[in-house]
């Protein structure tokens, strides 16, 4: 027992749990924490938002593969986290998000600066707390973070009242901690294991679609020994982009709506799927009743809520990813036979060929396509890649390859505006050895653009290439397509001049107009010890194909 303030407590219990840097802003809720955190030795990140807090410690914990954490007060404080938590919630990303809160005697008063936090965050979290007692917090904590990196991570909220922290008490930091009805499955039924290696067995045309799960539990040696093994195609949802290796001769890239033209026809020839940490989302894998027909599918998940909740599978697995494709490589080496002759992947082949072919006319000198080429050849192939949502984004996803697996971080499941740069900075936090890229579009960027002040005054060196097109350009692809062109609140004219913007930040700002003016801002920018932004004007004509529209099949898709 340890005699203490609450907020020392805190601050103790973070350390336990090797908590190294926390992203946040205080308030007048959260004094006692900072307070303790003065001398603690953990280092503290200043946003200049706390959605981008939130989004910091998320691409921390992408990077890192540990719950990130972040902080707010009251009220709005931990209202502006909101955004955070949720694309943490939807990715399955592990974060602790920790807000002060009024006292507890004010708690229902609509004291200045109250907001049931609690209330709000329930459905966008793993579990939400309220220690009441000082002497609660070490064990909430502890369950907090057992809670965020355990099962299918995700963010835990806690909430600390104001007197909670202030208060003292005798302390005990348990070594262990459990949680009552929350007990989750890791270890794969055998049987299933054996169901699975008779079907992919019997398989002519297997397909493996690895999900954000396969990232989740770093599956990537795994995932990539059972494609070998069995000689499957693999193809990845668009959470899953960078499970596997995408210059691998397996590899088809990511399905879905702006999936991949291979990997959108193969997948439906498929006989046999295996759907490894994947919840079969509307964006992945369009009309839920129409794919899939005609296969088998055997799904594998460590949360048993994701089974049969968007497609009726055949042959369900729940546990752990990493730990059950072990086993399907252990159980298939036995009694695998290669065949000399194997018409399926003479078939995967000829349609990838066929589709370099869309490629080929491309007159001018920067697009989308020839720009993150461009990237992809300039990066150390370790180099971490985050995207901003939209355009920028599906771009990404169709022309920028993951060599090595788990660089590559979106927020896929809400598909927030602002994500990549405040991820981007996380991210370098937790691996300041590599390079870090945010992959933008001018509107998203915009969203967060006040996290430059971070980056610059906390000496974090990221890189941000801005697809520039002055357009909402997503929202305007949908417009033309959908709305007869009757192009409404998408026009960002010329504001800001993001190159003076950065500038004015202390940050370095490049304007290109050629693809070797880009390349020559890149080696620039990865030696350079300050953030830089790289604005690339690009035809707002220019939309993104593939296209599946929603509420078609993927059999539908719109090459263009």
């Known amino acids: 027992m340890v005699y203490m303030s609450g907020a020392k407590a805190l601050i103790e219990a973070l350390k336990k749990e090797n908590v190294d840097v926390i992203f946040g802003i205080p308030g007048g809720a959260n004094l006692p924490i900072y307070d303790a955190l003065y001398d603690s030795g953990i280092r503290h990140i200043l946003a200049r938002h706390e959605q981008s807090a939130a989004h910091m410690a998320d691409g921390y914990a992408r990077a890192s593969r540990r719950a990130g954490l972040c902080i707010a007060t009251s009220g709005p404080g931990a209202t502006n986290l909101v955004t955070g938590i949720a694309t943490a919630y939807m990715d399955s990303i592990p974060m602790v998000a920790i807000t002060g809160q009024v006292p507890t005697k004010m708690i229902g008063r609509d004291a200045f600066q109250e907001t049931d936090i609690v209330g709000v965050a329930m459905p966008i979290t793993k579990y939400a707390f309220q220690p009441r007692k000082a002497s609660d917090i070490p064990e909430t904590i502890k369950k907090a973070f057992y809670i965020a990196n355990s099962g299918r991570p995700g963010p835990v909220l806690v909430d600390v009242p104001k007197d909670t922290q202030s208060d003292f008490a005798d302390m005990n930091f348990p070594e262990k901690v459990t949680v009552r009805g929350y007990n989750p499955q890791v270890e794969p039924d055998p049987i299933q294991i054996e169901r699975a290696c008779e079907l992919i067995l019997k398989a002519e045309r297997p397909m493996i679609m690895a999900g954000g799960g396969v990232l989740i539990a770093g599956a990537f040696h795994e995932l990539q020994a059972l494609a070998e093994l069995i000689m499957s195609p693999v193809v990845t949802t668009f959470k899953g982009k960078g499970a596997f290796p995408e210059n691998h001769p397996l590899s088809l890239g990511p399905i879905g709506m702006h999936g991949h033209i291979e990997a959108n026809k193969l997948i439906i020839e498929a006989d046999v799927l295996l759907a490894v940490g994947s919840r079969f989302s509307d964006r992945s894998v369009g009309k839920f009743d129409e794919f899939g027909n005609g296969m088998k599918i055997i799904h594998v998940d460590i949360d048993p809520s994701e089974i049969g909740k968007n497609k009726q ?63 992809r050849e300039v990066l150390p192939p370790d180099s971490i890649a985050t995207t901003e949502v939209g355009q920028c984004q599906m771009w990404a996803s169709l022309h920028f390859d993951v060599i090595k697996p788990g660089t590559f971080f979106s927020s896929t499941g809400l598909g927030t505006m602002g994500f990549g740069f405040p991820a981007a900075i996380g991210a370098k936090v937790a691996r300041p050895n590599v390079p870090v890229v945010d992959i933008a579009g001018d509107g998203s960027f915009c969203m967060t653009e006040n996290s430059l002040a971070t980056a610059v005054l906390e000496r974090i060196p990221v890189i941000v290439v801005i697809m520039n097109n002055r357009l909402l350009g997503m929202v305007a692809q949908w417009q033309r397509l959908f709305y007869e062109k009757r192009l409404i609140g998408v026009d960002l004219h010329d504001s800001p001049d993001f190159v003076k913007l950065a500038e004015a930040y202390g940050a370095q700002g490049i304007r290109v107009g050629s693809l070797k003016e880009f390349e020559e801002a890149m080696k620039k920018a990865l030696i350079s010890d300050v953030a830089t932004v790289i604005d690339v004007p690009i035809d707002p004509e220019e939309e993104v194909y593939p296209f599946v529209v929603p509420g078609t099949s993927l059999k539908d898709m719109i090459i263009a």
């Open 313 to 375: 599978v055949d042959l369900p697995i729940i546990g752990d990813v990493k730990v059950t494709l072990a086993e399907l490589v252990k159980g298939l080496a036995k009694r695998i036979i290669r065949k000399e002759d194997n018409p399926w992947l003479k078939r995967v082949n000829r349609v990838k060929e066929e589709v370099k072919q869309y490629w080929k006319d491309e007159p001018k000198d920067i697009t989308p396509r020839k720009l993150l080429k461009k990237l």
